[in-house]
């Protein structure tokens, strides 16, 4: 299993010198955060520095449920071109997020949008030697709107009408309440990626494991996922606003080791 970093987690700004410091902590990949100013020169950083590199897609107004014909082609032509960037680099993984419904009411077209698009970008995927991971969410409490998706049972459905690979957020999943190792399971082998962080079990906080309320350490993650045969990487995706990059590199949930 390796351990990987998400570079939301380093915020705006990158040097040679970080991603130094990161393949000296023992990761062995970055995600690039696709919305930062400086992403396609993080991708060469990362490369340069010897890490890995798998690609966040970018998801602010790119919302798969959209019922716009024109954010619909703008969404194809966003994918479409980070697919490229990634695959240029010989491919990967790249994480997907699905959008949202304007209203609960109109769950149902809006999530037809959400498979269909998502088909569309999976194929896109394909030609660029790229897998797509569609990521769980956090559903809506006021059910105004409806995430997708917003529980377990709904992704996995997703998940296999569309044919995508699952990144399970650790997080996401502790604020929805479902149960991890259960989670893992059903998964099976459509898991292909985990995005670690910790929170108090009310909101998105991306905190380090063990600093939150979950009771989910590297330890306690990593032998739900050997006991299900997961073999992929560990992404620790960490607030940019609560910790530095200094304070993430020392802090004993990522010193651990992920294959004692
Ligand atoms: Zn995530």
Redesign the pocket.
Known sequence: MEKWL?LWSMGQTKTEQDMKAIRQAGFAGVEIWAEHHSAEADMALAADAGLKVGL?LPFHDLNLATPYEGVGTVITERNKYWLGKLGELGGGHA?IHGGSAWASEDEEDAGARVVGRLQQIRALADEHNVQLLF?NQIPDKLNYMHIFPSSVDEWMSILDKTQTAA?L?T??LAVLGAPLAETVARLGNRLASV?F?DNDMKGDL?QLPGDGATQTGTRELVKILKENGYQGPV?F?INPYTYTLADILEHPSVTAQLDE
């Open positions: 998400s966040h994480v990521e990144c957020d997080g996401h995005h962080s991306h992404v995706e």
